[in-house]
T-cell receptor
Framework: DAKTTQPTSMDCAEGRAANLPCNHS???????VYWYRQIHSQGPQYIIH???NNETNEMASLIITEDRKSSTLILPHATLRDTAVYYC?????????????FGTGTRLKVLA | NAGVTQTPKFQVLKTGQSMTLQCAQD?????MSWYRQDPGMGLRLIHY???????DQGEVPNGYNVSRSTTEDFPLRLLSAAPSQTSVYFC???????????FGEGSWLTVV
């Protein structure tokens, strides 16, 4: 299974875009990229996922490089409530028995 | 709309005691799992199940037992509590092949 590498922490000014990178250089062709976030003391929350095309939903955008070895989660207008730990996960398309490994994630602090 | 329900929310145990953390989901999800999260750390997978009667080990299974007699319930048993098991425990579920993992609100366990 592909491993992911994320920066330990990042800061972002409120109202600005937060760009969170993830490296998954060993990703294979049948693996999705997923993003979750965990707001202090709560269970993680699904944000977005993609295979090779860029994706956007009401929470965020996901940009995946053409070679799929890295991706960036974009929160277009970060608010204080976006302060959280963000996890990048890679998992196979056929995920019936897949063990979701969360890692340590990126701690994003949105500054007023 | 309950989702994933964990009980108890808080528990203090003495070293050597045993206890069971309860987890129930009402979404008819096949896949359920338990994670632990130590202070300032990411989530680590303890055990998971892909359906009733089927369980498997995650990253850190030692000291814990699970069973899955029904689709709805996935209890986590601490056999003989140790201070190293002081942590926050999260139960999660998802539909087989589904994109989103749903987490419970967490159970805070302190072993003294």
């Amino acid at each position: 299974d592909a491993k992911t590498t994320q920066p330990t922490s990042m800061d972002c000014a409120e109202g600005r875009a937060a760009n969170l990178p993830c490296n998954h250089s060993t990703i294979s062709g049948n693996e999705y990229v997923y993003w979750y976030r965990q707001i202090h003391s709560q269970g993680p929350q699904y944000i977005i996922h993609g295979l090779k095309n860029n994706e956007t939903n009401e929470m965020a955008s996901l940009i995946i490089t053409e070679d799929r070895k890295s991706s960036t989660l974009i929160l277009p207008h970060a608010t204080l409530r976006d302060t959280a730990v963000y996890y990048c996960i890679v998992r196979p398309i056929t995920s019936g028995t897949y063990k979701y490994i969360f890692g340590t994630g990126t701690r994003l602090k949105v500054l007023a | 709309n309950a989702g994933v329900t964990q009980t108890p929310k808080f528990q203090v145990l003495k070293t050597g005691q045993s206890m069971t953390l309860q987890c129930a989901q009402d979404m008819n999800h096949e896949y359920m799992s338990w994670y632990r999260q130590d202070p300032g750390m990411g989530l680590r997978l303890i055990h998971y199940s892909v359906g009733a009667g089927i369980t498997d080990q995650g990253e850190v299974p030692n000291g814990y037992n699970v069973s899955r007699s029904t689709t709805e319930d996935f209890p986590l048993r601490l056999l003989s509590a140790a201070p190293s098991q002081t942590s926050v425990y999260f139960c999660a579920s998802r539909r087989q092949g589904g994109d989103t993992i749903y987490f419970g609100e967490g159970s805070w366990l302190t072993v003294v």
